[in-house]
């Protein structure tokens, strides 16, 4: 197999959606990765990377559409690194991201996965009640002289040199840039729409920009938070003119309040479902919730356990999930802030079960003091399917079964999605 060369141009046809954002098509038997093509699609692309067993190409013409292709609706998609796959109907997304799932299970943690796992999902557009918004880049020139993102003590330095050129000729500071990274860069891109956020913060970008450029420039922050939830918007830091508040979400029979910083699942559309599909039938004695945040699924675990341990370490999720476990009244719950390492060497009790919701990278450090705890039952809410196949195996190597793998489209028009994974405690393993 001879591999192309950069430059080259190649005609081929996208197989499929490949976890990442982009599609993979076949070159003589060599896999190429394409970024914004769709399945079915003939494409002449150009290859810019060149690897042992793959090449990166861009698209230089649509030669024949696929049958899932549909016009992206954002005039920023292509440009703007927030979605993937808005040129690509919904149901090959929710396709794809079954697939996704089911490949990491088979590859990655080994299983046999004969069966399809479902994804469930809702109204993709108009979804996100959370958003991130940049407004300084930290992608550049690194000291090596390669290009990407820069070490944080670079950024600073980056930043102090653009105020000091843009102020220092005594010209009105610059309009701030605000929108999200371009795509395959840390860079900016300024952005007018973005119709994947809830109209409450789309509609507030406007007001956002104009408060930041009431700022002199070095006091410009770096990313500002958006939440929203009861109609309202809440923006941080705080900006002239806007009021960080605490945002107010329902998710079914709870009331939740949350900062604009704090991580609450941000598909408002799908979120109960969520809740509903890794609560399931649970019920017993005593539950644990690590990893808990600000009590999402503490609180509907209080209903059905007689007691609830809630595990977080971050400071502000967790004084936010004491607020609300006492506002919804859910007095059989303790709310710890630590570690979930550190609680679970700490821990004297075997809980009925264990529920987890660990960041992306996964619950790796705890899964031996897991293990050791041996808890009946196992709920796993993950975001990324590699590092839930890498832990599921473990677990399973452990003695545990996997009983179910669902997942949930609760980021369409991009590559992510989340997944419910249910475990028991084989037979042969119980103490």
């Known amino acids: ?11 081929v046809t996208a197989e499929r959606l490949g976890f990442g954002g982009f599609a993979i098509a076949r070159h003589d038997g060599l896999a190429v990765f394409v970024p914004f093509a769709a399945p ?102 690194r000291p090596d002289g390669s290009h990407g993102r820069m070490p944080k003590r670079q950024r600073r330095a980056q930043r102090a040199a653009a105020i000091h050129e843009a102020t220092g000729n005594g010209e009105p500071d610059p309009a701030p840039e605000l929108g999200f990274h371009r795509a395959f860069t840390h860079d900016v891109l300024d ?7 809830a109209p409450e913060l789309e509609q507030g970008l406007p007001a956002v920009r104009a408060a930041i450029a009431e700022l002199p420039m070095a006091e410009w922050p770096y990313q500002v ?24 979400h329902r998710v079914g029979a709870f009331r939740y309040l949350i900062e604009p910083e704090s991580f609450f699942q941000g598909n408002r559309h799908l979120v109960q479902r969520l809740v509903e599909g890794a609560i399931g039938d649970e019920r ?46 859910c007095d059989n719950v303790s709310y710890l ?26 619950a790796k450090p705890a899964l031996a003091l897991l293990l050791k ?20 195996r473990q677990l399973v190597d452990g003695g545990y079964v996997v009983e179910q793998v669902e997942g949930y489209d609760m980021f369409p028009q991009t590559f992510h999605v989340e997944a419910v994974a249910r475990l028991r405690l084989a037979d042969r393993a119980r103490p």
């Open 1 to 11: 197999m001879t591999l192309p060369t950069l430059g080259q141009q190649l005609e």
């Open 40 to 141: 079915g699609d003939r494409l002449r692309v150009e290859v810019t990377e060149v690897q042992k067993n793959f090449v990166r190409a861009r698209i230089v013409e649509l030669l024949a559409p696929g049958p899932g292709r549909v016009t992206p609706r954002c005039r920023h998609f292509g440009e703007c690194g927030g979605c993937q796959f808005q040129h690509v109907d919904q149901a090959t997304q929710v396709a794809a991201k079954a697939e996704f799932l089911r490949d990491a299970l088979v590859r990655t943690a080994g299983f046999e996965w004969p069966q399809p796992v479902v994804v469930h999902h809702a109204e993709p557009w108009g979804y996100r009640a959370r958003t991130q918004l940049k407004v300084y880049s930290t992608s550049g020139e």
């Open 191 to 197: 952005i007018a729409q973005c119709p994947v956020l």
């Open 225 to 248: 938070d958006g939440a929203c939830g009861s109609g309202i918007a809440s923006w941080s830091p705080d900006l002239p003119g806007l009021r960080k508040d605490l945002v107010e």
């Open 284 to 329: 017993g004695g005593l539950a644990f919730d690590l990893y808990a945040g600000v009590g999402l699924f503490t609180m509907p675990l209080s209903k059905r356990f007689a007691r609830v341990v809630s595990v977080e370490d971050e400071r502000r999720a967790a004084t936010l999930g004491r607020v609300n476990v006492k506002s919804n009244g």
């Open 337 to 362: 802030r630590s570690t979930t390492e550190q609680f679970l060497r700490s821990n004297k009790e075997r809980p009925d079960l264990v529920l987890m919701d660990p960041p992306r990278q996964g």
């Open 373 to 392: 705890l041996r808890p009946q039952r196992l709920v796993y809410v993950s975001c990324d399917p590699q590092t839930l196949a890498r832990d599921l």
